[in-house]
Nanobody, 124 residues
Framework: QVQLVESGGGLVQAGGSLRLSCAASGRTFSRYSMGWFRQAPGKEREFVVAISSSGGNTAYVDSVKGRFTISRDNAKNTVYLQMNSLKPEDTAVYYC?????????????????WGQGTQVTVSS
């Protein structure tokens, strides 16, 4: 049983930056791969980025490459999403998710635990 709590969302002007955090419960955080997904109104939930349990491997959706960076601090049971050069199309609810595997994945069906989401709104 893992609980995830996202924070750091908000309203930002296009071109600005936000840093999302996902705090996880439990002592086994370092054994989970982690991902961020997002969902805009009227659209399906979309994979954004994932990171392996050690942080050594990452995967990004093409639309955020070069702008977003995922990282994790296993000592703090926390994963981060640094979002730079934000665009209005990045507007969505962002969800943190944990997968019971060392390895990254893009399929939300393979993730076992989900946070409640945090709203990111980018204005033009």
């Amino acid at each position: 049983q893992v609980q995830l709590v996202e924070s750091g969302g908000g309203l930002v002007q296009a071109g600005g930056s936000l840093r999302l955090s996902c705090a996880a419960s439990g002592r086994t955080f370092s054994r989970y791969s982690m991902g961020w997904f997002r969902q805009a109104p009227g659209k399906e939930r979309e994979f954004v980025v994932a990171i392996s349990s050690s942080g050594g491997n990452t995967a990004y959706v093409d639309s955020v490459k070069g702008r977003f960076t995922i990282s994790r601090d296993n000592a703090k049971n926390t994963v981060y999403l640094q979002m730079n050069s934000l665009k209005p199309e990045d507007t969505a609810v962002y969800y943190c998710a944990a997968k019971s595997s060392l390895y990254i994945g893009r399929d939300p069906r393979r993730y076992d635990y989900w946070g409640q989401g945090t709203q990111v709104t980018v204005s033009s």
